[in-house]
């Protein structure tokens, strides 16, 4: 046998080798990773390089026999693995023994590289990430639809950003507000009343949009509310447009007026639920002396009622029309509750000039009283283009005096052109009017009630002949100017 010069190393934990040996299996597979023989030689017959080798099963292999048995056990245990264990070439002056760190480094390279080979075709197997969605047609449409609708509000919007110093994140929110029909000139209004509003998140924004057209609000009337109150864009759904939704069905305000109550005064939503809102309507049941049962009806009528200094409003009117009519609370009470615009109207330009009015024309005090408690819309109309005509009408045309009005106070409010002068001019035209003073009692039943009682002729009629008066009223309006 021929002279040779071997080193035999042998690397093992203390302990190892004899708990590995009487584990399970599946434990001894640690063994063999942890505690094997390595040989460094120069001899060229690899027979004798493992003399002390054993089989997976613990028994002794002859040095002499093929190693292709073992071999074989040993890559199927650690076929998954191959790469942990790494062995020195021939070079004797090499380390036989790999550190923990370089092998862990290997394992996350070999994983990269299997993450690298399956990226992008799950179907390999369940080893491929699953976060990775495939691109789908439908996918790719959406995104290149999404694209053409960021380019095309760059082009549209990019001399208004100029003009305002807008940032193009906010293209989004222009883009979908344009759908409310806001324009340009919408933008720079509300630019100018509230910039923040414009720099609203397009989710955000809708969102919020969306909730007000859920409670009723018109979409016609989306962009109104927005130019009178901006910062309605800024509220958010739970903290604030839901709470004052819900403040609104608790006056017993019915879901179909909901939305009219915003569209009327969208500012409700910037005064708070608990300090602002609630003291005004505690304040009207207690102190105006509205009842509960017509707080709704109030509400409805007149929402700004809800956002107005209640106290002053209040307190300044009912002391003026006390002293300037001698008005009694409870008259003045009812004013309110019929028309709680009463509330709105200056003293000076509103109630004042149309008290003088009636005075003017012969009524007392007493008789203003009466004719503003039960029709207090009078507050409401146009000295010139409505309660002055009325007045020569029926005196001049239907030779009535001025005290019927006391008993007949609807006819203010009344329309002349399309009610009084036809009614009149109808029952004229068939030889069907009274001699003496027109009674006003046939202007306020309904048209249908009006031609059975009164005309004796079918409605059809009557409202052609009112159809062509209103045509000779237009024309000679028309000839005039």
């Known amino acids: ?29 640690s063994f063999f990773r942890f505690s094997r023989i390595f040989v460094v030689s120069s001899h060229t017959n690899q027979k004798i390089l493992k003399p002390n080798r054993k089989s997976r099963f613990g028994q002794p292999i002859s040095p002499y026999d093929s190693d292709s048995d073992a071999d074989d056990a040993d890559s199927i245990e650690d076929e998954e693995e191959e790469n942990d264990d790494v062995l020195t070439s021939d070079d004797e002056s090499l380390d036989v023994r790999v550190s923990g760190h370089d092998r862990q480094r290997q394992k996350f390279q070999n994983a990269a590289h299997i993450r690298r080979d399956g990226h992008h075709h799950p179907e390999r197997g369940s080893g491929a990430k699953l976060g990775h969605r495939r691109l789908t047609p439908e996918i790719t449409q959406d995104c290149r639809e999404k694209e053409a ?66 409670v009723g609000v018109k979409h016609k009337d989306i962009r109104k509310i927005i130019l009178r109150q901006p910062q309605i864009l800024e509220y958010t759904v739970e903290n604030n447009l839901k709470s004052h939704v819900t403040f609104l069905a608790s006056l017993g305000i019915p879901d179909s007026r909901i939305g009219h109550i915003i569209t009327a005064t969208p500012s409700l939503f910037s005064y708070s639920v608990e300090n602002s809102l609630k003291p005004t309507v505690t304040y009207l049941l207690e102190e105006v002396g509205i009842e509960k049962n017509d707080l709704a009806k109030v509400v409805q009528l007149s929402p700004q009622i809800l956002v107005q200094r209640i106290e002053t409003s209040w307190t300044a009117r009912y002391n003026f029309l006390t002293r300037e009519l001698g008005a009694p609370r409870d008259s003045i009470v009812k004013m309110v509750r019929k028309h709680p615009q009463l509330l709105h109207y200056s003293i000076e330009d509103g109630l004042l000039p149309r008290i003088k009015f009636l005075r003017s024309i012969g009524m007392r005090n007493s008789e203003i009283v009466k004719v503003l408690t039960s029709m207090t819309q009078v507050f409401s109309l146009s000295l010139e283009g409505n309660l002055k005509p009325k007045y020569l009408y029926l005196v001049n045309e239907l030779g009535n005096e001025v005290r019927s009005l006391t008993k007949y106070p609807t006819y203010l409010s009344l329309s002349l052109d399309q009610r009084i002068r036809p009614r009149h001019r109808f029952l004229v035209s068939l030889k069907r009017a009274p001699k003496g003073p027109f009674p006003l009692s046939s202007l306020v039943p309904t048209d249908e009630c009006f031609c059975q009682q009164w005309a004796g002729t079918s409605l059809d009629k009557y409202l052609d002949f009112r159809q062509r008066l209103l045509l000779k009223e237009l024309a000679r309006k028309y000839e005039r100017r």
């Open 1 to 29: 046998m021929a002279a040779h010069t071997s080193i035999f190393l042998k690397i093992s934990f203390p302990g190892a080798e004899s708990s590995l040996f009487n584990a399970p299996i599946r434990n001894r597979r």
């Open 149 to 214: 609708r960021g380019s095309l509000a760059k082009d549209r919007f990019s001399h208004l950003a100029e003009e305002l110093d807008l940032d193009e994140r906010w293209f989004p929110l222009l883009d979908y507000l344009s759908t409310f029909g806001f324009k340009d000139s919408h933008f720079i209004q509300m630019y100018e009343r509230h910039m923040p509003s414009l720099q609203i998140n397009k989710g955000s924004a809708q969102e919020r949009l969306e909730f007000l057209l859920s």
